[in-house]
């Protein structure tokens, strides 16, 4: 699932993986489970991040396939955070194929500019437990202090206009040639993320779903293999 900052990509990637049974998997989530267990790939991830560096692509795709190798992975995964650059994608296409684990559907979540500046830049958090302050449709809090904790609350201190849009420029700028690689793919579907979250989900879970299909057919007009309805619905 790809998506820039603000897109309600990581929310919308945990629903659907919670509700389909898959494994959500994010990279910060997957480094950080590595680094406790003590994985050699982890830690020499650690020690780049340590020195301010990018990690770099050989590691990452080694800390994702080591995760996806593992039998939890097997019925299917989400992933968020991955892949970043054309090298892993390629890499993450090998993984696929080798473990027979497809099709893989990507999804990318797009938002206008004006819209992500709004959300990311009136993001409000909580000064005690770093949660996010709950706002209303039209971006107002609901409640003056943290619905979480009762801290109070305050607008993040990288969340100013200027370092939104630059961020949303990197990203850009970085997420370009990945979906050029994907562009003319089937199963590559681009999804409104301007809508309310419960519309965002319905036109996701279509997409996905028919985009798995879509495959399915072709892989059974190539090989003559029916693909069953369970390994269709996979992402
Ligand atoms: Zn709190």
Do not use: W
């Not at 955070?81 to 797009?110: C, H, K, S, Y």
């Not at 199963?187 to 301007?194: I, K, L, M, Y």
């Not at 879970?205 to 007009?221: C, F, G, M, N, W």
């Amino acid at each position: 699932m790809m998506g820039p900052p603000g897109a309600g990509k990581g929310t919308q990637a945990g629903r659907f993986a919670r509700e389909r049974g898959l494994l959500k998997i994010s990279t910060g989530d997957i480094l950080r489970e590595g680094i406790k267990a003590q994985l050699p790939v982890a830690l020499r991830a650690k020690e780049r991040m340590d020195r301010g560096e990018l990690v770099d692509d050989g590691t990452m795709v080694a800390i994702v396939r080591e995760r996806l190798l593992r039998p939890d992975a097997q019925r299917g995964f989400v992933l968020d955070g991955f892949p970043r650059t054309v090298e892993q994608a390629d890499a993450l296409d090998q993984i696929v194929a080798e473990r027979n684990n497809g099709p893989l559907v990507i999804v990318d979540v797009r938002v206008p500019e004006h819209e992500l500046v709004r959300r990311l830049a009136g993001r409000l958090i909580c000064v005690k437990c770093g949660a996010n302050a709950e706002l209303t449709k039209d971006g107002s809090p609901v409640a003056t202090v943290c619905g979480k904790c009762g801290g109070g609350l305050e607008q993040r201190a990288d969340d100013n206009e200027e370092v939104v849009r630059e961020r949303l420029e990197v990203y850009e700028r970085a997420t370009k040639p990945l979906v050029e690689f994907y562009r003319e793919r089937p199963t590559f579907r681009v999804v409104n993320g301007a809508q309310p979250q419960e519309r965002v989900a319905h036109e996701l879970d279509t997409v996905i779903d028919d985009a798995a299909l879509a495959s399915a057919r072709v892989e059974k007009a190539v090989t003559g293999k029916v693909a069953t309805p369970e390994k269709a619905a996979r992402t």
